[in-house]
């Protein structure tokens, strides 16, 4: 190992340690470490390491690296909404999650038990994410491949558990994954936002892709949620008339 390595090295341990992360998040110091620990087992070689760490950090200054609840523990990326619903009973709570989502999935297979003074309902859901593809095309013998870049759309797949009292409303979404066609290949592809991280542990040509994915998704689920606590909240518009 070259003394330049060795200080590179030497560099990234300190700023990982020093750094820290929380266990539920994934952060860009988990995504150091995992490079360097590809190094260190010898799948990558110095110069493999040297330049997958500037491409890194080249791509994640000109594209905000998704910040998401990931369990570095579990290795599972679950987003948790604490809504407070002051004045908005249980029951009703309960009748417009069925309702919207009767609406917006179209179907009323929600899970639904009691215990005590809390409900919880579970239910399968899906929204459409839009993300960047990156590939190669054939222009002509004097450009030969040139890459391009096209939106594709995914249809991104996840089970929402609400847990439910008097004034409150506790949303998970859990079970994430994603499916979509590549452009390429014209395959169907099926994957679990799980298995998107580490992100640098992918194809290079993917990373963009996938954190823009992830992003995407976020804002997403962010949305979801909002959604489901404004037809919450609107019930009385619904029903006095």
Known sequence: MTTSMKILLSIALLLI??????????????????????????ELSQLEFKDLSIAWRELTDSISYPEVPYDSVSKKVEYE????????SRETIVNRVSEWAAVT????????????????????????VLFPDIFMVWKNSWRGYVETEQL???????????????????SQIVNISYQYTDFVSERTISRTLNS????????QEEWKALITLVNETKESL????????????????????
């Open 81 to 88: 909404f604490l809504n407070a619903l002051e004045g908005i």
């Open 196 to 203: 998107c991280f580490p992100i640098s542990s992918n194809e």
């Open 17 to 42: 340690r020093a750094l820290g992360w929380p266990a539920f998040s994934q952060t860009q110091a988990l995504e150091y470490e995992s490079m360097m620990n590809r190094y260190l087992a010898k």
């Open 105 to 128: 999935f179209g179907s009323t297979d929600a899970l639904l038990t009691h215990q005590g003074n809390t409900s919880r309902l579970i239910l399968n859901g899906s929204v459409e």
């Open 222 to 241: 962010n949305a979801v949620n909002d959604l489901v606590v404004d037809y919450i909240k609107d019930y009385e518009n619904d029903y006095n008339w």
């Open 152 to 170: 594709n759309s995914s249809i991104c797949y996840f089970t929402m558990v609400f847990t439910v009292k008097d004034g409150k409303l506790k």
